[in-house]
Each structure stands twice: as structure tokens, then as C-alpha cells.
């Protein structure tokens, strides 16, 4: 039986075009922070690596607006 699984506090960058995201899996210091693709323009980011995509982001000449939800529990 398959199991179904919800990821809590999972991060993903999601761009406004596919391109951004082709460039940052071709980028040597980016694409290793990236885990997995899930469309065009969302991807999952390894979950120790959000504040050093952040930094790559900038660097590369992007402004990323980071969401951190509370936990509203």
C-alpha cells in the first residue's frame, strides 16, 4: 500500500518565469541547493540552504522575497 506523506516546513522557490529557475539549476552554486523541480517555476530547496540561495539570489541579480510562516499552532 502507498503511503501518502505531508512535509511540514518544506522550503520552495517559486520564480515569476521558467527561465530564472533554468538559470539557477545551470549555475554551479545554485543547482546543488535545488532538490527537486516540481514545475516551470517551483522548485524545492534543500531545507539547510535557504539563507545561502537567498545570498546566491542576490548575487546573481535577483530580489527574493522570503515567506517564513509562524507556526500557528
Known amino acids: 500500500m502507498k503511503q501518502t506523506i505531508l512535509h511540514e516546513n518544506l522550503p ?17 552554486f545554485a ?3 535545488l532538490l527537486t523541480r516540481l514545475s516551470d517555476q517551483i522548485a524545492v530547496v534543500s531545507p539547510d540552504k535557504l539563507d545561502d540561495l537567498s545570498a546566491r539570489l542576490l548575487k546573481l ?13
Open 12 to 28: 520552495i522557490i517559486q520564480v515569476a518565469e521558467s527561465h530564472i529557475l533554468d538559470l539557477l539549476y545551470a549555475d554551479k
Open 31 to 33: 543547482a546543488p541547493m
Open 61 to 73: 541579480g535577483f530580489t527574493p522575497k522570503v515567506v517564513r510562516q509562524d507556526d500557528g499552532r
